[in-house]
Antibody
Framework: EVQLVESGGGLVQPGRSLRLSCAASGFTFDDYAMHWVRQAPGKGLEWVSGISWNSGSIGYADSVKGRFTISRDNAKNSLYLQMNSLRAEDTALYYC?????????????????WGQGTLVTVSS | DIQMTQSPSSVSASVGDRVTITCRASQGISSWLAWYQQKPGKAPKLLIYAASSLQSGVPSRFSGSGSGTDFTLTISSLQPEDFATYYCQQANSFPVTFGGGTKVEIK
């Protein structure tokens, strides 16, 4: 059974940093691209970032480019999102998600498994 | 960036109704389109990928069609468990983008 468990969310002041982690199990982690997708309270889905299976291809939404960094550790079956210079508009539930395509050259989806999310609240 | 526009933003329907949701891409994306269902408090669920391929385990009342810029998700006979919000997503290029969502409500 595929499991994606996010951690690291919480309340943080504007301008500060936070690092999210995602522990993956139930599939061959280093065969698949991974994503972070967020959802602000009462709003729709927003793709944040994606990383290919070998970290060779990485993409970011314009709204986080230059502030967020995605990374993965295939030896630890883990995905990360380093979030710097946080803003109030980054407040959201952050989902870790698995790409459906094996060995995809670019992490562009579709997404076939999602975690339950970790809540990030940016407020003073 | 490719913009994804869904319509309608909400629809009221009854059990047994046929429901159609459309998604338009701001530029051609071939068949690189997926549809997701999200229920309140839950993570999204993949329904359709490659515009018209049904994800394993998804009921056959769900179907997708289209290519290029115009796509459709159809629920042939709405069931009580189908009341949810539906999102399209283009998988053609970075950045990945989602449509704004369509909420299917009980009439």
């Amino acid at each position: 059974e595929v499991q994606l468990v996010e951690s690291g969310g919480g309340l943080v002041q504007p301008g500060r940093s936070l690092r999210l982690s995602c522990a993956a199990s139930g599939f061959t982690f280093d065969d698949y691209a991974m994503h972070w997708v967020r959802q602000a309270p009462g709003k729709g889905l927003e793709w944040v970032s994606g990383i290919s299976w070998n970290s060779g291809s990485i993409g970011y939404a314009d709204s986080v480019k230059g502030r967020f960094t995605i990374s993965r550790d295939n030896a630890k079956n883990s995905l990360y999102l380093q979030m710097n210079s946080l803003r109030a508009e980054d407040t959201a539930l952050y989902y870790c998600a698995k790409d459906a395509r094996i060995a995809a050259r670019h992490p562009s989806g579709p997404i076939d498994y999602w975690g339950q999310g970790t809540l990030v609240t940016v407020s003073s | 960036d490719i913009q994804m526009t869904q319509s309608p933003s909400s629809v009221s329907a009854s059990v047994g109704d046929r429901v159609t949701i459309t998604c338009r891409a701001s530029q051609g994306i071939s068949s690189w389109l997926a549809w997701y269902q999200q229920k309140p408090g839950k993570a999204p669920k993949l329904l359709i990928y490659a515009a018209s391929s049904l994800q394993s385990g998804v009921p056959s009342r769900f179907s997708g069609s289209g290519s290029g810029t115009d796509f459709t998700l159809t629920i042939s006979s709405l069931q009580p468990e189908d009341f949810a919000t539906y999102y399209c997503q283009q998988a053609n290029s970075f950045p990945v983008t989602f449509g704004g969502g369509t909420k299917v409500e009980i009439k």
